[in-house]
């Protein structure tokens, strides 16, 4: 079953349970479903941000300032801070060898390597030396 049959009654849930504004909604190969857009740009007044590949029409189209503006505010800044965010945190956390194998270890596992990582921030903070706010061994030896 794809997604986005049920991802606007979700989104539109969540949206009114708990408060959230959704300024963006981001259409990428596995959500592009018009009914999803207009149901969520409609009702929680959205922005719909579509990630258009320039090279699948060969190149032949020119690009205006205003939509290179508009894509890189939109889909490409927020998008690369949180693939940015979530490969540091893949690091930090040493998913990559990940050896956890039940849900309540892996929620252990996660929480307790978020508690490491904000106590770091917290210690780079308290000393106010920004550069060591991602590195683990360098506020110990600090402290």
Known sequence: MHDSLVGWLIVLVAALVYGFQVLVVYADAAYFDRRFFRIVCDFLGAHAAVDYN?????????????????????VIQPRSNIERHFAWIKRYFGLKYFQC???????????????????????????DRPELLRCRSMVLAHV
Do not use: E, N
């Not at 189209?61 to 290179?68: A, E, G, N, R």
């Not at 309540?104 to 917290?122: D, E, G, K, S, W």
């Open 101 to 127: 194998f039940t849900f309540l270890r892996v929620c252990q596992f996660v929480l307790l390597t978020y508690i490491a990582a904000l106590a770091v921030a917290f210690a780079a903070q308290r000393y």
């Open 54 to 74: 320039l090279r699948r029409a060969g190149k032949r189209k020119l690009v205006q300032p205003f939509f290179l503006r508009q894509w890189w505010r939109l």
